[in-house]
């Protein structure tokens, strides 16, 4: 997709749905309606504008059709890829080459999940594999404990720099009012909490919620008609390497190496321009591998650079201003939320957390057990 050209597309509308434990008998289409009627209501457009659909949620087997009736539209263009929770980045970066394309002008993308109503098992019910399924492993805990344990026995990374970003997410949390956890947490919490896979506590692992988000997207020159202020796409990366954890190559190394560069290639940017940057927080080893795989830090230094405070309010580098999926919200499939907190972030809406001036922001998805990544960069006008 690193055809598309930089900063064709904008974002012009963005929210979340409800989050956290949602009225009873809500379902995940009324999540995602409400967060489109949302998100448009956030750039004065309607529904009657929009012709190109973006949807995916682990509970409806063909979003796209369900949303689409559900809100009486007929997109000319849709979407439904599924690829677990970095689909949404996948959206914006084939939403970005049909709006080039001109198969659509007013592209959205939607999400909308109640595990926390429904139960997780119910809402992502597990698939057997057989070079798996018959050794009982926790997941996706357990598979995200294998990549934990071979990056401590190759880098010497503790379970202390673990906790670090559990640490920090509550407390870039407690700043933020729609976070789901009202409570401070330290490293002690974090080590001595109820053991899940080891090395993972319970504290390592995200969180349990109902939410969704959309985005609304068009072209730059269509954005200069509203009265919004646009955030430019400015690059974008996707890449697939495998669907069970048995099957990775090397349990440290993501496809974030891969698509990372493409977005930053795309963006004509490096990791020390951005402002902001969003990682993918199903649990602790996540971001730590992101960090490496995407070029801030080297292969290996993730749980150093992670130490003394430094991702947390007031440290030295800005990551997971909302709280991440370990303490803000997590319905499932987080990259939707997490580009909406990068779009916020640039639009100077992020209240208490706002990280002062920021102009690039990148956010990071993942999706299975490692399996997808997806990388997107935005900027503001000034980036253009």
Same mark, same amino acid.
């Given at each position: 997709?690193?055809?598309?050209?930089?900063?064709?597309?904008?974002?012009?509308?963005?929210?979340?749905?409800?989050?956290?434990?949602?009225?009873?008998?809500?379902?995940?289409?009324?999540?995602?309606?409400?967060?489109?009627?949302?998100?448009?209501?956030?750039?004065?457009? @309607?529904? %009657?504008?929009?012709?190109?659909?973006? #949807? $995916?949620?682990?509970?409806?087997? &063909?979003? /796209?059709? !369900?949303?689409?009736?559900?809100?009486?539209?007929?997109?000319?263009?849709?979407?439904?890829?599924?690829?677990?929770?970095?689909?949404?980045?996948?959206?914006?970066?084939?939403?970005?080459?049909?709006?080039?394309?001109?198969?659509?002008?007013?592209?959205?993308?939607?999400?909308?999940?109640?595990?926390?109503?429904?139960?997780?098992?119910?809402?992502?019910?597990?698939?057997?594999?057989?070079?798996?399924?018959?050794?009982?492993?926790?997941?996706?805990?357990?598979?995200?404990?294998?990549?934990?344990?071979?990056?401590?026995?190759?880098?010497?990374?503790? @379970?202390? %720099?673990?906790?670090?970003?559990?640490? #920090? $997410?509550?407390?870039?949390?407690? &700043?933020? /009012?729609? !976070?789901?956890?009202?409570?401070?947490?330290?490293?002690?919490?974090?080590?001595?909490?109820?053991?899940?896979?080891?090395?993972?506590?319970?504290?390592?692992?995200?969180?349990?919620?109902?939410?969704?988000?959309?985005?609304?997207?068009?072209?730059?020159?269509?954005?200069?008609?509203?009265?919004?202020?646009?955030?430019?796409?400015?690059?974008?990366?996707?890449?697939?390497?495998?669907?069970?954890?048995?099957?990775?190559?090397?349990?440290?190394?993501?496809?974030?190496?891969?698509?990372?560069?493409?977005?930053?290639?795309?963006?004509?940017?490096?990791?020390?321009?951005?402002?902001?940057?969003?990682?993918?927080? $199903?649990?602790?080893?996540?971001?730590?591998?992101?960090?490496?795989?995407?070029?801030?830090?080297?292969?290996?230094?993730?749980?150093?650079?992670?130490?003394?405070?430094?991702?947390?309010?007031?440290?030295?580098?800005?990551?997971?201003?909302?709280?991440?999926?370990?303490?803000?919200?997590?319905?499932?499939?987080?990259?939707?939320?997490?580009?909406?907190?990068?779009?916020?972030?640039?639009?100077?809406?992020?209240?208490?957390?706002?990280?002062?001036?920021?102009?690039?922001?990148?956010?990071?998805?993942?999706?299975?057990?490692?399996?997808?990544?997806?990388?997107?960069?935005?900027?503001?006008?000034?980036?253009?």
């Amino acid at each position: 997709m690193t055809r598309a050209k930089r900063g064709s597309v904008a974002v012009v509308g963005a929210a979340e749905s409800d989050l956290g434990r949602v009225a009873d008998h809500m379902t995940p289409i009324d999540l995602m309606a409400q967060a489109v009627q949302c998100a448009l209501a956030d750039c004065g457009l @309607r529904l %009657q504008d929009v012709d190109g659909f973006f #949807a $995916a949620t682990s509970q409806v087997r &063909m979003a /796209p059709l !369900a949303l689409a009736e559900y809100l009486g539209i007929r997109p000319a263009y849709f979407d439904g890829t599924n690829i677990g929770g970095s689909s949404f980045m996948s959206h914006l970066a084939h939403a970005h080459a049909a709006i080039e394309a001109g198969l659509c002008s007013v592209a959205v993308i939607a999400y909308g999940s109640t595990q926390r109503s429904v139960s997780r098992a119910a809402a992502s019910p597990r698939e057997y594999n057989a070079w798996e399924t018959p050794y009982r492993p926790i997941l996706p805990t357990s598979a995200y404990a294998l990549s934990a344990a071979r990056h401590m026995h190759l880098y010497g990374t503790t @379970r202390e %720099q673990l906790a670090e970003v559990a640490v #920090a $997410a509550r407390q870039w949390a407690l &700043m933020n /009012p729609k !976070a789901w956890e009202k409570e401070p947490l330290t490293i002690d919490d974090v080590l001595s909490a109820r053991m899940i896979s080891d090395p993972l506590t319970v504290r390592d692992c995200c969180l349990v919620t109902d939410g969704g988000g959309a985005l609304v997207l068009v072209s730059a020159e269509k954005a200069q008609d509203l009265n919004v202020a646009p955030i430019y796409v400015l690059g974008h990366g996707e890449t697939l390497s495998h669907a069970s954890i048995s099957s990775m190559e090397d349990l440290t190394v993501t496809g974030a190496a891969l698509s990372g560069p493409q977005a930053f290639a795309m963006a004509g940017a490096t990791p020390a321009d951005m402002d902001v940057t969003i990682l993918y927080d $199903a649990f602790t080893i996540t971001p730590i591998l992101f960090l490496e795989d995407l070029g801030y830090c080297p292969k290996g230094e993730g749980g150093r650079f992670v130490t003394g405070g430094a991702i947390a309010p007031g440290g030295t580098f800005a990551l997971n201003t909302n709280g991440g999926g370990l303490s803000y919200c997590h319905p499932g499939m987080y990259g939707m939320l997490g580009m909406i907190e990068a779009v916020q972030q640039l639009r100077g809406r992020s209240g208490a957390r706002q990280v002062s001036g920021a102009k690039m922001a990148l956010a990071h998805g993942n999706g299975g057990v490692l399996s997808s990544q997806c990388t997107v960069i935005f900027g503001t006008a000034d980036t253009v």
